[in-house]
């Protein structure tokens, strides 16, 4: 699949969770910048990667594209829109090929004219032949991504499936470290290669023991959408970050009307795009575990820029900078977001808190979590009542959601500004709540 399709695809599903199926055809097409015509195509699209994904199940349950999105809610083997990730990688021809590649290579290793030869008399009759420049390439691909790996010796080279993982362990080790990657990708980030490797292991397990999986040991309930979807750039940006390279891309900020634009590949259906142009530094990625939110912070001509990546489309990398240059903005990035919450490179405020301790109970929680999610801050004073937290952060706008996530327990001393906004922020929820 074309990246530009995904795209696309990332977008549609994004609006598709986040509106619970509340648009029609012209309101989604609308929202995304492109034809109705295209917006049909793009769901016939998703509803074969979903048939093809969950051919077990029942047909009274593959009626509508949106109920796909439920069927495996309290299931960890399939977190929603994973799928995309699945088909995303190669067109059919590619596909193909590399499935005719990896089943002749899993037998023995084989030399690249080899497995030309396999492939030209095992490939459909409506598909073109490879040639051996198609064979070397697909190969190359093959070792980089780790799947196979390249015998020792001298030429020609033989190639041959890289499983030796599998093949060492025992079954009660291999068992183990599935669950371990199943913890691990469905509590840490980033989690889709963590997902992709776990359900590879999976089917390898399942192959020799079905029984095994009658019952998965651990559930999980998924919140993020953005978190899965959006890591479909992250690896481009970490590999620009690592070889100092600028990125290009079409961004639409949360604020826009759209989200997405399709190429203007043809000139007499040209149209203006809502998104805007950016050719920026990539210096750090931030992921925001409170909104599951990706953030990358960059320098641009006009100073450090910060974009939510899901705004991101249509991203290429560009022309290398100096070492030196990378580490100039790198220093003044980390100095700009030292005291930041998250990523707010605002005026440096120390917020005085004070927090009181729970009736009743022997285990104080709320200092338990103040002291976890505090970041820097410190503790400075404290009784059997209460206790003072102060910490130096970058404008009180980040900061405010975990503060007012407390409840009656928080209590703003300093700013004035911040404790005047809390103040009006509660006067605003109590309204709510007046008699009718």
């Excluded at 410190?378 to 952060?393: A, P, T």
Aim: with cysteine; proline share 4%.
């Amino acid at each position: 699949m074309a990246k530009e399709s995904f795209d696309k695809e990332i977008q549609f599903l994004r609006m598709l969770v986040l509106t619970s199926g509340a648009f029609n055809r012209q309101q989604y097409a609308d929202r995304l910048g492109i034809s109705v015509h295209t917006f049909d195509k793009t769901i016939r699209r998703l509803k074969g990667i979903v048939n093809s994904m969950y051919q077990q199940l029942p047909q009274e349950q593959s009626k509508e594209f949106t109920e796909t999105l439920r069927f495996n809610y309290y299931d960890s083997s399939d977190p929603m829109l994973l799928f995309l990730y699945r088909a995303k990688s190669v067109k059919e021809s590619e596909s193909h090929r590399l499935s005719l590649l990896l089943g002749a290579m899993n037998e023995q290793p084989l030399t690249a004219m080899e497995l030309m030869e396999i492939c030209c008399s095992g490939i459909e009759e409506d598909l073109p032949l490879p040639d051996e420049k198609t064979i070397r390439s697909d190969l190359k691909y093959l070792e980089e991504v780790g799947v196979i790996k390249k015998e020792p010796g001298t030429r020609p080279y033989r190639y041959r499936i890289q499983n030796d993982l599998v093949r060492q362990l025992s079954e009660q080790e291999l068992l183990d470290l599935y669950h371990f990657i199943d913890v691990m990708a469905n509590t840490q980030v980033p989690s889709v290669q963590g997902y992709l490797l776990r359900d590879g292991l999976k089917k390898h397990l399942f192959r020799d023991h079905p029984e095994k999986f009658v019952t998965e040991p651990f559930l999980y309930k998924y919140h993020y959408y953005s978190r899965i979807l959006d890591e479909s750039h992250l690896f481009t940006l970490l590999h620009a970050i690592r070889h100092r390279r600028k990125v290009r891309f079409l961004y639409f900020s949360p604020k826009s009307e759209k989200s997405y634009a399709s190429m203007n590949t043809n000139p007499l259906f040209e149209r203006e795009t809502k998104g805007k142009l950016n050719k920026t530094l990539p210096l750090k990625v931030i992921y925001d575990h409170q909104y599951g939110r990706w953030y990358l912070l960059s320098y641009s001509r006009d100073g450090i820029r910060k974009f939510r990546m899901e705004g991101i489309t249509q991203i290429e990398e560009d022309e290398e900078v100096t070492e030196q240059f990378f580490e100039w903005k790198r220093n003044e990035l980390e100095e700009k977001i030292q005291y930041s919450w998250l990523i707010d490179t605002g005026r440096p405020v120390t917020v005085r808190v004070r927090f009181y301790n729970p009736e009743h109970t022997q285990s104080n929680f709320i200092k338990e979590r103040v002291r976890l999610q505090g970041q820097w801050g410190k503790i400075v004073h404290e009784d059997d009542e209460c206790f003072i937290y102060e910490i130096i952060v970058n404008g009180t706008t980040e900061i405010r959601p975990w503060l007012r996530s407390f409840g009656s327990s928080c209590e703003v001393l300093a700013p004035a500004s911040l404790r005047h906004d809390m103040i009006a922020e509660w006067k605003e929820i109590q309204s709510y709540y007046e008699s009718v």
